[in-house]
Structures are given as C-alpha cells and as structure tokens.
C-alpha cells in the first residue's frame, strides 16, 4: 500500500510534466500554422495586370476575361476599364493626369490574384507565355522585385521555422521520455515484488500499460485546453488571425498532440517495466 501511495504524486508530476511539453510543441504548431496561412495570404494578394491593346473591345475583353477564369492558376480576376484606371493613377499621384497631357494614356486591363503556387518566377514566366498568345493582349505585368523578395523571406522563414520543430520534437520526446521513467522508478520494487511471486510479465505489464495511456491521454487532453485558451486569447485580441486559421490543421494539430502524449508515454513505460523486471533486485537500490 506504501508504495502506491508514494507513486501517485509521481504520476501527477508525469502527467504535469508530460502535458506542459506537449502544450509547448502545440504553440510551435500552431505558430507554424498560421505561418503558413499568413504566407498563403500573402501570395494570393499580388495581382498580375493584363493589359489590353488600346483599340479592344469590351466584348473581346469580357471574352478574355471568360477563358481566364477557367484556367487553374486563377483565383480571382477583374476588370479595370480606362476610367477606373485613370481614376486609380490619379488618387495615387494627387492630381489628374488627363488634364495634364490631355488623353488618357493608360489600358483597359484584367488583374488577376493567382493560386499560391504559381506566385513564383517560373510558374509566372509560363502564363505569362500562355496569355499573350492573344492578339489582343498588350503585356503581362507583375511586380518581379516583390515575387522574388517575398519567396526568398518566406522561404528562409519556413527553413528556420521548420528545423526548430525538428529539434522541440526531439526534446519533447526526450524529456517525456525522462519523465515518465522517473515516475516509474517509485514502482521498481512493485515490479521486481510481482514478478518473485510468480506473476507473468504480460500480467506485470498490463496495468502499466493501462495507467500509461491513461496518464498520456490526461496530458495530452490538458495540452489541448491550454493550447485552446491561448488561441482563443489571440484570437480576442487580434481578430485578423481567425482569418487566417485553418480548423482542419488546428484539429489534425490537437489530435496528435494527443497521440504524441499516449505513444510516447506508453512506450517509455512499457520500456521502463522491461528494465526494471529484467534488472537484480540488488541493482534496484
């Protein structure tokens, strides 16, 4: 009876333990998560203008228009017709440049928003190819400098991103690992006491086994609430990021914090009873 009382504050402290690291790993996760929202974002708002010869039809341009939005790398398009140009250009330069050189010197034009993956040099080269295979397209403009700018941060973020994970899902491992086998240590002499009156190991290891998952589930459950109060805080205080968050990565995200937490708490468990039952009982002190 001493001895299991003197386990269970030991597998409270697991349990703690276990589920602070598994609520940090799901912080990086989901800071990753957003990342990739945010970066998603950020692609999809370059606009590509394509711009029409000045005698074009708005017929030919609604036509253009038409095969454009069946095409894969569309998101969205619209058309920006001369005035509404002229228009734009003069908000942005404070004057009117009509009056100034006395005809409106900008196209009738199509800006289009593109999927994600086709915000890169070459996937742009390519339709911009494609769309001037019309006779009544002027040019296809983008602006370059942002493209490249913009893939090569994202890019080096998403590195250094990436290797941090790599090694916090080391750690996680490591210290639950760490963990769980010292709460393990208080029932050694349980272990060793089962086994010398004759209990097989499969009986020895199966309760374990049992408070292993159960302990691994506990902790990965109490790492999702934290993870769920701090998102919605965020949340509270800055409403852009619901913009950006995606349920079904948030889901697979807590899911497998919860799978985390029980594998590895069951494995270094499991592992730790083999140990124990393989050892001398004189190694035990």
Do not use: C
Request: proline content about 2%; hydrophobic content about 50%; overall charge positive.
């Amino acid at each position: 009876m001493a001895t299991g009382k003197k386990a269970k504050p030991s597998y409270i402290n697991a349990i703690m333990g276990v589920a602070l690291v598994l609520f940090l790993l799901g912080v990086l996760g989901w800071l990753l998560i957003n990342g990739r929202a945010l970066s998603r974002a950020f692609r999809e708002d370059l606009e590509v203008n394509v711009d029409f010869h000045d005698n074009v039809s708005d017929e030919s341009i609604n036509k253009m228009k038409a095969v454009l939005d069946k095409q894969p790398f569309v998101l969205t398009s619209r058309i920006i017709t001369k005035d509404e140009a002229i228009k734009m250009e003069n908000q942005v330069e404070g004057g009117n440049m009509v009056d100034f050189l006395g005809y409106n010197p900008l196209f009738a034009s199509i800006s289009l928003k593109l999927h994600e993956e086709y915000v890169n040099r070459d996937s742009l080269s390519k339709l911009k190819q494609f769309i001037l295979q019309s006779n009544v397209v002027r040019d296809v403009t983008w602006p370059n400098i942002v493209v490249d700018q913009m893939n090569s941060n994202l890019r080096r973020i998403g590195i250094i991103l990436g290797s941090i994970s790599v090694l916090l899902l080391i750690i996680v491992i490591f210290l639950i690992d760490n963990t769980v086998r010292l709460a393990m240590f208080s029932n050694r002499f349980l272990i060793k006491t089962m086994q010398m009156v004759g209990a097989t190991r499969s009986f020895i290891t199966r309760p374990f086994d049992v408070r292993a998952f159960v302990n691994g589930l506990t902790s990965g459950i109490a790492a999702v609430i934290g993870l769920w109060i701090i998102i919605s805080f965020a949340d509270n205080q800055l409403p852009v990021l619901t913009l950006l968050s995606d349920p079904l990565l948030l889901a697979l995200l807590m899911i497998g914090m919860v799978v985390l937490g029980i594998f590895i708490s069951m494995v270094s468990t499991h592992r730790s009873v083999i140990k124990y039952l393989k050892m001398h009982v004189d190694d035990l002190y």
